[in-house]
């Protein structure tokens, strides 16, 4: 059966090159959906191309360490029984056991799961999700191509989409999905446990009064899980996910034509890609719900991402800017922010510039890295 050939661990300069590619023909081939109007009746020709070459970039992502440490493991699982520490998490084990360790199929379920659960996220919170994945694909398609989290992620918000849906769409049936989806993605990867138990706190309002009681209560969740959770969850949060940007930064420290403030320059750009849309739409979105404006699906998904937020910075100040504990929950923002920012934008709260102006300030910086590694590695 047709299968990828064994790759190795650490990712040549060809394989930049065809991921890059690939990066550069779909953002520039579909740029026009970044900005065109929310009605233009020619934004849906050629979607399911789209879905598919993002498909197809997912399953080629030959230039992250994790995609060969993952084939490997996947060969190792065959024939093998699952223990502790073997790499990753049970189900996988047994899924790469059915398909007697073929990566070729076992990428294509995996990540094609994940990305029909993202895609179907959108859909339910009433946005365009062409649109919605562009924004993500732009700015954060090496975040979910990357790793398994990445797949796991996009299982818990279509979940959390459908448990907080608005409230005359609200039914057993379509709450009990939001459940299964939410416990399942704990299973695609066990850092969405913070997820799960951070979910909750959502049906607290954000308001002045409020406000403490739910910074408490993140501060809370984060001590517990360093007593409880972080001997156990050290190994595999210190994979060699988000490895790739460290490696960037300490190779471009390292070149001669690099200076010491070009480098801090373009670190700042590359955290910029988070924090800049994040608290552009936070205070828009804010502004709006003290008004009564905003829908409870979009309500609850500003709630959850300044509670997500919150809790990276508890990781930041924990185990420091270079600690995988923080990078992977600063990261795990990226849909929030593919929503609400295309929930603005859609609903005409901001100019169709700004926009346009915000996504290419971040998916420049994705492009520096491609270009980056092509050129120098």
Partial sequence: MIDFPIMPDVASKSSWILSGF??????????SWATCPPANPNHYSRKNWFVFLVFIYCLFAFYCGDWAHLQTIVKESVGSEYREG????EIYHYLANIL???YLIFRSIVWGAGLLCMVEAFKKSKLDPYRCLYFLFGIYITAFAYSRAGVALAFFYCGFVFLFKDREERSVKI????????????????SMLVLVALTPMVLIPIKKKTSLLIFAGVIVLAFMWNSLFSGVMGNLMNSEEYMHRIELYEGMSGSAAFSFDLNGFFFLWYKAIVHLPFWYCIINIYRLVNKGEVPFNIEAIFRFSILLYIF????LLMYGSASAFYYRYEGMLYIPISIMANYLFQNNHIKARTYSNVFWICALSQCKDFIYRIIFW
């Fill in 22 to 31: 690939m990066y550069f023909c779909i953002l520039a081939g579909y740029r």
């Fill in 100 to 102: 007697n360790g073929n």
């Fill in 86 to 89: 073997f790499g990753v998490e």
């Fill in 312 to 315: 990276a910075i508890m990781m």
């Fill in 175 to 190: 709450t009990l999905l939001g459940l299964a989806l939410l416990i399942t993605s704990t299973f695609l990867h066990r």
